[in-house]
């Protein structure tokens, strides 16, 4: 008999959290698993900031991964999979620049340190949306680092179950201009209303001229079906002892789906294989098998 918590079991319509605790955990291990990439010989992306946020955090099970990251394809999966997302969507908002973008948004920015590590082209605005208690940590860890971001930063601390458009353009955010959108790794932690609600407000916002950039390793994380992974290649771990699958709702309305039904034009829809592929490396079998339930999801559509 299956013991796994059921979808979003551990939600509620109001719940909050700050970096150590239910959803703000998974941003925590997503910089953890940036952190640990960075050590690698060959990175996709560098981000010099994510072990300071490791640090600050005092997460046990993280300190350890950074302090012994082990070098095998298995010990490095996660690590090589958050890797392959941060690049793209590091190629994404770096394309909107060259395209003459001047408004990126964040949605859910969790410990993103893109306006600190990207070379913003000169008038560009970052907003990062996200809850008070994680955008507090992430600017007192940066500045005890004496951090700069190289872009103008705007913070937008709102939830995305309120009216947030109403705080971001209370940031400076202008809707008649174009702008450059990112939905990294929240839509499995949203109920189908909120991420129809979430794509509405973003296609309100956007100017003619505008794109978007939507992406995650899966559209929820079975933990049975890890566990059993981890039988096979028992140098993957994920994330310790703390079950995301109790955090995510039901699998939704296909977001390629919803946004070129609403006017935006879509372009080919990639998976991490490919993804990995373009950048020149070849998939090792661990990285195949995530794939093959977590189904990873990579889009760019354009106004």
């Not at 996709?44 to 993280?62: G, H, M, N, T, W």
């Not at 969507?89 to 990126?104: K, M, S, T, V, W």
């Not at 947030?164 to 949203?190: C, H, M, N, R």
């Amino acid at each position: 008999m299956s013991t796994t918590p059921e979808f979003g079991s551990l939600r509620s319509e109001d719940d909050h959290w700050d970096i150590v605790s239910s959803v703000g955990y998974t941003a925590l291990l997503v910089a953890g698993w940036r952190a640990v990439h960075a050590l690698s010989p060959q990175p996709l992306v560098r981000d010099e900031y994510a072990k300071y946020f490791i640090a600050a955090s005092q997460d046990p099970y993280l300190a350890g991964v950074l302090a012994n990251p082990g070098t095998s394809e298995d010990e490095t999966a996660f690590p090589r999979l958050y890797g392959v997302q941060t690049r793209f969507f590091d190629d994404f908002f770096n394309a909107a620049g060259d395209a003459g973008i001047r408004q990126a948004v964040i949605i859910a920015a969790g410990l993103d340190s893109r306006a600190y590590r990207l070379d913003w082209p000169h008038g560009t605005t970052v907003f990062e949306v996200d809850l008070p208690k994680v955008l507090e940590f992430k600017a007192r860890v940066l500045g005890e680092h004496g951090a700069t971001p190289k872009a103008r930063r705007s913070e937008v601390a709102a939830d995305l179950r309120t009216d947030w458009p109403t705080e971001l353009k209370g940031a400076g955010f202008d809707p008649q201009s174009p702008s450059a959108w990112s939905v990294e790794g929240i839509l499995p932690y949203l109920t189908d209303d909120a991420q129809s609600q979430l794509f509405s407000r973003i296609s309100e916002l956007s100017a003619p001229g505008s794109r978007v950039a939507v992406g995650a390793l899966g559209s929820r994380l079975d933990r049975e079906q890890l566990a059993a992974l981890e039988t096979d290649h028992p140098g993957v771990n994920m994330s310790g002892k703390t079950d995301f699958s109790a955090l995510t709702y039901e699998p939704k309305t296909d977001p390629a789906e919803w946004l070129a039904a609403h006017g935006w034009a879509v372009e080919p829809v990639r998976n991490t294989l490919e993804l990995q592929t373009g950048y020149g490396m070849t998939p090792p079998d661990v990285d195949v098998k995530i794939d093959s339930f977590m189904h990873s999801q990579y889009i760019t559509a354009a106004q």
